[in-house]
């Protein structure tokens, strides 16, 4: 059994750390003592600390060179001459839209296999073990590498928590690498601006599906949201018919929330949606439909139409709140 | 523009999956296989850059011989050529060696200016295959298009992001990846369905390529599968009148009102 280092992949966006990065330091400090994380982004002032905390050993950090060019192809450059320096024991990294660009390229420059959408990673025997679920998170995988070879991990967010950690780290500068065969160029870029908690954070979730029947009726999700402290979120088929942007999907394609209330509105609970949302602590479901299958899930299941229960239940709500 | 969109054939998923108890790969073999539809959005993409640059397309796919039906469905919306890499020796292959095989039967085929995938097939997912092709191939890469035009320095597209999207281009030779719902894939036509008959379609082996063993051997394996434990169902109310009284006490009881 290869005994090296648990590499990661610190993602850093906007000179901020990326909450899945963190918990897969967490995660690595469960499974080893040595944690090396390459810290990789535009401008990596600070983050050290951050990952650090989060239970790195050994942090470098890496400075994006160019500002208009794609992350993946340099940090999976940077990644490999880490694989060739350490000789991890395993590669961890996040599922995000960078992270998998890095994991394909890191995968062929350093000839590793990639076991994806990872939910939980554990020691078994000395082996690293890796949790997937397939088939809508009805059937749990247990997959790993063979002993000779590590391997990346791509590890979906939210899947660990992130711990406290207190103890030596050593950082260093990597310089960026030169050696990058990608010439995209960024023109421009776009942010969907929402309002309130993000909706990885938020601890309430207000969903919508085609049940809502039309975009407008978004409304009265925004408001019940308001009112909870929560964020919007939705299924992908109204993500597909344009009447939400796709920043607010969950799902298997879209973001994956852990709230401690999940909310769907007229959501038929198909599994590429519950994957994402299985995971919230308590689930409430309005649905017309009293053999829809979100209903399995439901602490708290409706059978009735959203456009009458939602403006009640936001009545009720501002009513308490007025009281209390 | 010389166009290859990759393509794969996936078990209907209208059907429930269900996996070999030997091998733990997923049956294939006796149920009813489709053209991914992730991959629609890929051919549709390919179509449209061939029809504004005057370009040829070729699809590839790696898969047992039966998946000639999907890259058939290919031929008929209106790819020119197409290419199945088929081979015992690769079955149940992981990302990397699908991404190796690939690249390899793009090489044999001369080359191409532009690699159109999906983002992820809608049965393994994995999700990493075009990366990995672009790395191979000395490639940029043009991830999770919303939308794929010609211009720029070659292509341009909308990328999605976590928080909204970029406006990304690259000089060819260029691999682009690209979402569902990026455009409306076509229908074929009953012209396309008679014409793709007589479509070429080639048949490669591994020796074809000039890969041995090792460069698909896989280094990773599957130790168990099973059942995910049940949630316990919980209380089902009919709305009469009193449900969004109910919800709201709920929410108070988690303290999140
Ligand atoms: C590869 C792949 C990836 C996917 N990824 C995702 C993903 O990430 N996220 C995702 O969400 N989906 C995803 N999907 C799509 C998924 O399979 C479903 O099609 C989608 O989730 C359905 O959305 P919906 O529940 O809003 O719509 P529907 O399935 O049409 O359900 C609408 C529901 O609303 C109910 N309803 C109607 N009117 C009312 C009313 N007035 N009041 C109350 N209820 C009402 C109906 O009874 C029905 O149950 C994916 C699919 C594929 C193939």
Known sequence: MNAGPILVFGEVEDGRAAPVSLELASQARRLSDAVVVLAYGSSTEGVDKAFASAGASAVHLAEHPVADRLIGPFAAAAMASLVGAVSPRAILIGATYTGRDVAGRLAVRARLGVIANVIDLMDKDGRLVALNTIFGATQIVESGFTSSSPGIFLVRPKSFEVAAHEGDVAVSRLEPPTDVQDSARIIESHSETSTGPGLEEAPVVVSGGRGLGDASNFALLTELARLTHGSVGASRAVVDAGWVPYSMQVGQTGKTVKPTVYIACGISGAMQHTVGMKGAKNIIAINRDQDAPIFKLADLGVVGDCLTVLPKVIEEIKARQQQG | ?257
């Open chain 2, 1 to 257: 523009m010389n166009i290859t969109v990759c393509v794969k054939q996936i078990p209907d998923q209208s059907i429930p999956s269900e996996l070999l108890p030997d091998s733990w790969r997923l049956r294939r073999a006796d149920v009813n296989a489709v053209l991914d539809p992730g991959d629609e959005y890929a051919v549709e993409a390919a179509l449209k850059l061939a029809e504004a640059t005057g370009g040829e397309v070729t699809a590839v796919s790696m898969g047992p011989a039966r998946a000639d039906e999907a890259l058939r469905k290919a031929l008929s919306m209106g790819v020119h050529k197409a290419i199945l890499v088929t081979d015992d020796a690769l079955e149940g292959a992981a990302a990397l060696v699908t991404a190796r095989v690939l690249a390899a039967a793009i090489r044999k085929s001369g080359g191409t200016d532009v690699v159109i995938t999906g983002t992820e097939s809608t049965d393994g997912y994995t999700g990493v295959v075009p990366q990995a092709l672009a790395e191979l191939l000395g490639s940029s890469s043009l991830t999770f298009a919303k939308s794929v035009e010609t211009g720029g320095e070659g292509i341009t597209i909308h990328r999605q992001t976590d928080t909204g999207y970029q406006i990304v281009t690259a000089p060819l030779p260029v691999v682009v990846s690209v979402t569902a719902g990026a455009n409306q894939p076509r229908y074929p036509s009953l012209k396309g369905i008679m014409g793709a008959k007589s479509k070429p379609l080639e048949h490669w082996s591994l020796a074809d390529l000039g890969l041995d063993g090792e460069a698909v051997a896989s280094s990773q394996r599957v130790f168990s599968v099973v059942a995910a434990p049940e949630k316990q169902a919980g209380e089902l109310i009919s709305d009469d009148g009193t449900a969004a009284g109910r919800i709201v006490e709920f929410l108070a009881q988690l303290k999140v009102i």
